[in-house]
């Protein structure tokens, strides 16, 4: 099946996250863009467990030549559990090591994307922080990771500024 084609670098690499993870990681349930899913619900948030809710964080630009520009954005992951066992001391080791999942998982995740480059789109990703995110409105756990990377958006240049060599392929070249 062939990729679909867009124009922004945030679908693009959206589409290429996404397959990417589900390769990767398929312990993740739900990959979506972050829409405010684990915030604004009346039961249950509408997605499964684990899930990993992506977006482009922010970006700064710095102009080039002839239309293009150099983009250094943060791309951010959050990671969400819905607990689901006790770590405390009074528990066997193995019910501890289900509700300690979490942080392999997390892991998991930045081992997959720790020096990834969407298949050639962007520079290797490179983690610059991570967080847990405070919950006091319920009991679901969330890990955001960010990651920092670069690219070019050439997608203003001009036709006239793109170069166009013709080469002969049938050339004889002689080296004495």
Do not use: H
């Amino acid at each position: 099946m062939a990729e679909q084609e867009f124009l922004s670098f945030e679908a693009t690499f959206f589409e290429r996250l996404v397959a990417y993870l589900k390769e990767q990681v398929p312990e993740l349930q739900y990959l979506n863009w972050d829409l405010g899913q684990l915030e604004n619900y009346e039961i249950s948030p509408p997605v499964a467990w684990p899930c990993a809710l992506i977006d482009i964080d922010d970006t700064n630009f710095t102009d080039q030549l002839q239309l293009v520009q150099e983009a250094n954005t943060v791309v951010m992951i959050r990671i969400g559990f819905n607990p689901f066992s006790n770590t405390s001391n009074l528990q066997p080791a193995a019910v501890r090591a289900k509700g300690n999942y979490y942080w392999e998982l997390e892991q998991k995740v930045y081992k997959a994307l720790q020096g990834w480059d969407a298949d050639g789109l962007c520079s290797p990703l490179t983690r610059i922080r991570k967080v847990k995110e405070r919950r006091e409105e319920d009991s679901f756990r969330v890990r955001v990771l960010l990651f920092a990377t670069r690219y070019d958006d050439d997608s203003a240049m001009k036709e006239s500024y793109k170069l166009q060599v013709p080469m002969e392929l049938d050339a004889e070249i002689d080296i004495d």
